[in-house]
């Protein structure tokens, strides 16, 4: 079955970087696309990036310049690298194998805590 097992958060100051980890197995990580998540606390679940199997990206506006998403497809595992962290940024992230074009996702992780202080 469909697992992602995302790791890395933790807590940082505003300015910081951080990278996510997201473990895939259970499928053709090579041959999906991959996208990032987060959902602050009170907010709705929100898209911030994704990755096609043969390697183009696309980003949310509000990421945009200071996140980026890249995979390892000989290790299954998708990154997310963040900078230039603010308290809004603030939020539980998870990795999704997503549907190619509207990114829908179609099976989640259990999502990885980070928390930007200022």
């Known amino acids: 079955q469909v697992q992602l097992v995302e790791s890395g958060g933790g807590s940082v100051q505003a300015g910081g970087s951080l990278r996510l980890s997201c473990a895939a197995s259970g499928f053709t990580f090579s041959s999906n696309c991959m996208g990032w998540f987060r959902q602050a606390a009170g907010k709705q679940r929100e898209w911030l990036s994704s990755?096609?199997?043969?390697?183009?990206?696309n980003y949310a506006g509000s990421v945009k310049g200071r996140f980026t998403i890249s995979k390892d497809n000989a290790k299954n595992t998708l990154y997310l690298q963040m900078n230039s962290l603010q308290p809004d940024d603030t939020a539980l992230y998870y990795c999704?194998?997503?549907?190619?074009?509207?990114?829908?996702?179609?099976?989640w992780g259990q999502g990885t805590q980070v928390t930007v202080s200022s």
């Open positions: 990755i096609k199997p043969s390697g183009p990206t």
């Open positions: 999704a194998l997503v549907v190619c074009g509207n990114n829908e996702p179609r099976y």
